[in-house]
């Protein structure tokens, strides 16, 4: 299997919790090398083989390259997680800049074009492609505008997809995380925001990435076989309507 933006946060926990199952793992990631190979670490002592590959998902050629990659190391492609994300607050529409825009949809967005394409050629019935979505794609925070508008286009892109891709007998569904403490929030929030994360939820409190990833493994599964197109939202409560 292959799962982009592996190196930490729901990445990695997606990433254990399908070795754990019995997957060996592609761990695709930008360019945090010493947080990767924690990551690959921790696929290890579940007993699997876990393969690095560093770059940017916003390039097609590079997408291409995990797909070959991980065909290369594994002999197939089972499933496909697009879950590297990027994001940055403003307070102020100015302060979106065309260069932040663009690396947020190529990165979000265009990176599960290229990823989707490569490796739907690989798979074969009963494979599945899983997206990261967010709440955000149904409530969006308006500091947030760049990435929620990213969140919206992946749950209609996971619609559209899934029904593309039925024919091969490959599912295509998406996860919708709420608010997930991972390494993101501190380093992209003010301090007075982030120290509040997840007191809206009816929980009271943001998840762990660990509470994340099952959701991921059940619509990879066989229990899963007759969803596609759906959005499995984890949110603490909050309602995606």
Known sequence: ?????????????????FAREGADVLIAYLNEEED????????????RR???????????????KIID?????FGRIDVLVNNAGFQRTHKDLQDFSATE??????????SMFYLSKAAAAHMNPGSAIINTASIQADDPSPELLA?????????????ALAQLLAKQ?????????????????????????????????????????AEL?????????????YITGAVLPVTGGRPML
């Not at 990767?36 to 007993?47: D, F, H, I, K, L």
Request: aromatic fraction near 6%; charged fraction near 15%.
């Open 213 to 225: 990833a099952p959701a991921y493994v059940f619509l990879a599964s066989e229990q899963a076989s």
């Open 101 to 110: 825009i663009q690396h947020t949809f190529g990165t979000n967005i265009e």
């Open 1 to 17: 299997m292959v799962v982009t933006g592996a190196d930490s946060g729901i990445g990695r926990a997606v990433a254990l919790a």
């Open 69 to 73: 990659t991980a065909v290369k190391a």
């Open 36 to 47: 990767a190979r924690e990551s690959a670490r921790w696929v290890q002592q579940a007993g």
């Open 169 to 209: 007998g490959i599912r295509v569904n998406a996860v919708a995380p709420g608010p997930i403490w991972t390494p993101l929030i501190p380093s992209t929030m003010p301090a007075e925001k982030a120290a509040n994360f997840g007191a809206n939820t009816p929980l009271g409190r943001p998840g762990q990435p």
């Open 147 to 159: 990435y929620a508008a990213t969140k919206g286009a992946i749950t209609n892109f996971t619609s």
């Open 50 to 64: 876990a393969v690095l590959v560093a770059g940017d998902v916003s390039e097609e050629a590079h997408c291409q």
